[in-house]
Structures are given as structure tokens and as C-alpha cells.
Nanobody
Framework: QVQFVESGGGLVQPGGSLRLSCAAS????????IGWFRQAPGKEREGVSC????????FYKDSVKGRFTISRNNAQNTVYLEMNSLKPEDTGVYYC???????????????????????WGKGTLVTVSS
């Protein structure tokens, strides 16, 4: 059974940090590009970061560059999103998703270009508030 499970969300004050995890079972992450998306209340879902299959190249949406770091541990079949200097506008449900890496997959994810993702997690809520 294919599962993609996010964890690590919670309530944090502005300026704080969280580390999100995305654990996969039933399929092998290292064959895929993995994206992190978020959906804020009343807004459309947007891609915030992505890590490519080849060379583990990281991609980031401009608004999170320098604050978020994506990484993967293929041995543990897990992808992480380290989030620092969090802002209230980072609030939302964070999802991870996987797609075969077409070479431009991660570019599409962070630039908001529609790209079909094969697997989605159910999300973890991040709330940044004082």
C-alpha cells in the first residue's frame, strides 16, 4: 500500500523554526522529484520547495529562499523541510508530493506551473502566530 505521511507541524511564534518530515512507504522516493506544497486558508495551494531526483538539487519559491531547506534521506525513504525564521504568512497546511522527475518537475513546482504529481500526503498544519 502506497502511503506518504507528513509530520512535524504545529504552532510556532514568528521567528521560530519547525522541521517537517515526509515518510514514504510502498514506493521508493529516490526515483522521484519530491515537492513540498502549502495551502493557506482561503488561498490556492502553492509549491514552496522541491528536490530533484538527480543530484538532489533543491528548488525554492522566492518567498522562502534563505529560510527553508529541503533535503532527502533515501535510506530512510524520507524527505525533510527545515523551516526557519517563520512568518505568519507561512501558515498553512503543508503537503508533500512525488512525481517522476522530468528534468523540469521542480521548476514547475516552485514557479506555480501545473504539474501532475503521482502521490500526495494528507498534510500537516503549520501555524505561525504570537
Amino acid at each position: 500500500q502506497v502511503q506518504f505521511v507528513e509530520s512535524g507541524g504545529g504552532l510556532v511564534q514568528p521567528g521560530g523554526s519547525l522541521r517537517l518530515s515526509c515518510a514514504a512507504s510502498g514506493f521508493t522516493l529516490d526515483y522521484y522529484a519530491i515537492g513540498w506544497f502549502r495551502q493557506a486558508p482561503g488561498k490556492e495551494r502553492e509549491g514552496v520547495s522541491c528536490i530533484s531526483r538527480r543530484n538532489n538539487n533543491p528548488f525554492y519559491k522566492d518567498s522562502v529562499k534563505g529560510r527553508f531547506t529541503i533535503s532527502r534521506n533515501n535510506a530512510q525513504n524520507t524527505v525533510y523541510l527545515e523551516m526557519n525564521s517563520l512568518k505568519p504568512e507561512d501558515t498553512g497546511v503543508y503537503y508533500c508530493a512525488a512525481a517522476p522527475d522530468a528534468g523540469y518537475t521542480c521548476y514547475d513546482v516552485v514557479e506555480g506551473i501545473s504539474h501532475s504529481m503521482d502521490y500526495w500526503g494528507k498534510g500537516t498544519l503549520v501555524t505561525v502566530s504570537s
